[in-house]
């Protein structure tokens, strides 16, 4: 698995997580939306350097321009519903992409720490051949993205596959790099400390679906 951390260098991206992060900005959940939707166009642009692509000829008011186009189909996958905020980012950039949407929510049947994972509603257009993305604003243990792939990947053989989270924990980076093929990309906004006993990220942000979209029952 290719890993790419993408905060390893100074940019404009580090200014937006900073603001994400912060809990005298997080009270403004349309600040936090439209801070994540900018950092999933600035992911979206870096995963578009490792696409294919194919010489193009267009026609101009003026003539005509030799030019490179992107040559497969993209599949844009969020995770529900925190990765929706995301979503928008690389959409606004892949605005030619098709879209599916997945739920994985950590389910604890005995109300304490002990979780498993439920997916239970995916709609999600047919990505064979085709560039996969898959969108999850959070990293933590990697279970709920295991799963999900587990869901949508057999018999479907995308031509690239493409995971790109905002935060990560490095157990969940670990798990990943031993469930996913060699050629899989994992892309990470930020690489983060570790994960506490409850499995949340630290420092984190707590919880990116709550802070976009309100506290859920």
Sequence with gaps: MHIHYLSENNSILNHFLAQIRDVNVQSDRMRFRKNITRIGEIMAYEISRELEYEDIEITTPLGTKKTTAIKDGVVLCSILRAGLALHDGFLNVFDHAENGFISAYRHHPNNDDHFEILVEYKA??????????????????????????????????????????????????????????????????????????????????????????????
């Design 124 to 217: 999600a257009p047919s990505f064979k051949g085709k560039n996969l993305l898959v969108l999850d604003p959070m990293l933590a243990t990697g279970m709920s993205l295991a799963e999900v792939l587990k869901n949508i990947l057999p018999g479907e053989e995308p031509l690239s596959l493409h995971i790109a989270v905002v935060i990560a924990a490095p157990e969940g980076v670990e798990l990943l790099k031993g469930s996913l093929p060699d050629n899989c990309h994992l892309w990470i906004a930020a690489l983060d400390s570790h994960l506490n006993e409850k499995k949340y990220i630290i420092p984190g942000l707590g919880d990116a679906g709550d802070l976009a979209y309100g506290v859920k029952l």
